[in-house]
């Protein structure tokens, strides 16, 4: 079984910032990428930042240069620094990760979401 459990969202002023943690746990032999996405009320999910597990990033354009995407390997974790947030950031924020467990299998894991309000 593997879980993702996401922490950090909450309510801030535009123009201020937030850092989203996600840390996957479980029977976890290995994961690929990981990545950060998100849902507004009435639209898709979209794609805000993705890392390899060599460190290569990937960022939507709405979001480059205000937001940095990292990770740390050894704590099976992944962060979003959000700074100089707008309130079109406003959204749930959902963690995803490509794992290899020990049972063999491999599958894309969702968290369960954190909420993010940026207020103007």
């Known amino acids: 079984q593997v879980q993702l459990v996401e922490s950090g969202g909450g309510l801030v002023q535009a123009g201020g910032s937030l850092r989203l943690s996600c840390a996957a746990s479980?029977?976890?032999?290995?994961?690929?990428?990981m990545g950060w996405y998100r849902q507004a009320p009435g639209k898709q999910r979209d794609l805000v930042a993705t890392?390899?597990?060599?460190?290569?990033?990937n960022y939507a354009d709405s979001v480059k240069d205000r937001f940095t995407i990292s990770r740390d390997n050894a704590k099976n974790t992944v962060y979003l620094e959000m700074n100089s947030l707008k309130p079109e950031d406003t959204a749930v924020y959902y963690c995803?990760?490509?794992?290899?467990?020990?049972?063999?299998?491999?599958?894309?894991?969702w968290g369960q979401g954190t909420q993010v309000t940026v207020s103007s």
């Open positions: 479980g029977s976890i032999l290995s994961i690929n990428a």
């Open positions: 890392i390899t597990s060599g460190g290569s990033t």
């Open positions: 995803n990760a490509d794992i290899w467990t020990y049972r063999g299998t491999y599958s894309s894991y």
